[in-house]
């Protein structure tokens, strides 16, 4: 069941449905490319639009930086979903993403473990 109140909840659902629908299939022990590669696949078959390890910009106050950085995916231009195949999910992971949303303007990140055992490990960071 939907609810009201959640950011970007049913756009949230499909994004989670396909990883999880990834880690049904594959399971744990892959490398994060791999992962990736099949969630290219299921994003395209379920329709959910995406952008694939999109370079994004990088500024400090009013500077625009000669650094960059690669998110994983941008689904429906509003949600950063950062991949990861390790153990457990870490504060630094965390950190990570937050940093893409504050970079970004974004307000919603998705960060997916396909490494943990024995189901996927999942945490929606809001900015």
Same mark, same amino acid.
């Given at each position: 069941?939907?609810?009201?109140?959640?950011?970007?909840?049913?756009?949230?659902?499909?994004?989670?449905?396909?990883?999880?629908? $990834?880690?049904?299939?594959?399971?744990?022990?892959?490398?994060?490319? $791999?992962?990736?590669?099949?969630?290219?696949?299921?994003?395209?078959?379920?329709?959910?639009?995406?952008?694939?390890?999109?370079?994004?910009?990088?500024?400090?106050?009013?500077?625009?930086?000669?650094?960059?950085?690669?998110?994983?995916?941008?689904?429906?231009?509003?949600?950063i979903l950062e991949l990861k195949a390790v153990p457990k999910i870490l504060d630094e992971h965390k950190a990570q993403v937050l940093n893409y949303l504050k970079a970004t303007k974004l307000r919603l990140g998705i960060l997916v473990n396909f490494?943990?055992?024995?189901?996927?490990?999942?945490?929606?960071?809001?900015?």
């Open positions: 069941m939907l609810r009201d109140d959640l950011l970007y909840e049913k756009e949230s659902f499909n994004i989670i449905g396909s990883c999880i629908e $990834v880690y049904k299939e594959l399971g744990t022990g892959f490398l994060e490319s $791999v992962y990736q590669r099949c969630l290219e696949y299921e994003f395209t078959k379920r329709k959910i639009p995406y952008l694939a390890q999109p370079w994004l910009e990088l500024n400090y106050k009013d500077l625009l930086l000669d650094k960059s950085f690669q998110a994983d995916f941008i689904c429906y231009n509003c949600i490494g943990h055992y024995p189901k996927l490990e999942q945490a929606r960071i809001l900015l």
